[in-house]
């Protein structure tokens, strides 16, 4: 049995189709990663899953319960980290576990085992008194994990949980979702940040637009783009006028170019990067720095959407 299972999902709000018929499945006791630009549909995929949006086609299954005909038991094996802090500014980070423990009907002895033991996952201990409302945004994250932890769900999932916070926390979420999945805990994260996915992954789906177009490995996803390498350039100028023809030079297999950057996916960068450099010394151009990476996550992105994956 897998331990999420999402069949056919679809969300459309009017004539906007958020989420078109998206599959996937992860497996227990890994972390799969929902890896995309920001509207690409992650986070309306999660809210189905996690039963803030009903869909308007297809199912999901957490630990083989339908989030459609079984949402009960579906959330009882599901822990959701929202985007969003859900958290009570006014209360200390132990009272906020407390009351989230409650709604998971835990009291008396075990409450205050869980709260504990929880606090103690975050690395908060030592700040469990303290009011929420005065912590950094990276400890309002970890105690937003931690609120999800509080009846030991099979399942975890977390929407987005670096966003905007400093570089510390960020390293603190992702160890604590490394020793979550190391103790046996399903996780599905998603990140717009293809370092995370990298880092964190056994599966990445990556989302565009409301759709998965792939799914596999790390190192598998890297195969699509094969020996294709990726150089990034800046300019002094516009460069509008020159990309039809950096667009012909042979060996160029795919250009995004976005805010006074543009992204190149070539065969071999040894032969093609002197044409780019020609090109743009005839257009008048003047390149001010050259980057040339190895195939990654990005690389893969460009290569199936013509575009640079980026925040926006």
Do not use: C
Not at 147 to 152: C, E, F, S, T, Y
Not at 255 to 282: C, F, H, M, Q, Y
Request: proline fraction near 3%.
């Amino acid at each position: 049995m897998n331990a999420i299972e999402v069949k056919n999902l679809k969300k459309s709000f009017g004539s906007i189709h958020a989420v078109q018929g998206v599959d996937f499945v992860a497996h227990q006791g890994e972390i799969l990663s929902l890896l995309g630009p920001n509207g690409a549909g992650k986070s309306t995929t999660i809210s189905m899953l996690s039963g803030l949006l009903a869909p308007s086609e297809g199912d999901a299954f957490i630990m083989g319960h339908s989030v459609t005909r079984q949402s009960k038991s579906a959330k009882e094996s599901l822990g959701v980290v929202p985007q969003e802090i859900a958290l009570y500014p006014d209360l200390s980070a132990r009272e906020n576990l407390v009351f989230w423990g409650k709604m998971y009907d835990l009291r008396g002895s075990k409450l205050k085992q869980r709260v504990d033991e929880v606090l103690e996952i975050i690395g908060l201990t030592d700040r469990q008194k303290d009011h929420v409302g005065k912590f950094s945004g990276g400890m309002k994250r970890r105690v937003n994990i931690a609120a999800a932890l509080m009846h030991k769900p099979n399942v975890i999932i977390m929407d987005e949980p670096t966003v905007g916070i400093d570089p510390q926390s960020r390293r603190h979420i992702l160890d604590n979702v490394k020793d979550l999945n190391r103790q046996g805990m399903t996780v599905l994260y998603t990140t717009h940040y293809m370092e995370e996915a990298a880092e964190l992954s056994d599966h990445i789906a990556i989302m565009d637009q409301g759709k998965v177009i792939a799914y596999g490995t790390h190192t598998e996803l890297i195969r699509m783009v094969g020996e294709q390498t990726r150089i990034d350039l800046t300019f002094n100028a516009e460069v509008e006028a020159i990309i039809p023809r950096w667009k012909e030079i042979e060996g160029v297999t795919s250009l995004d170019a976005t805010d006074g950057k543009v992204t190149v996916l070539v065969d071999d960068s040894n032969r093609v990067l002197p044409r780019l450099i020609e090109v743009a010394a005839d257009g008048g151009v003047r390149i001010l720095s050259v980057d040339i990476q190895e195939p990654n996550l990005e690389s893969v992105f460009l290569h199936l959407t013509g575009r640079a994956l980026r925040d926006s």
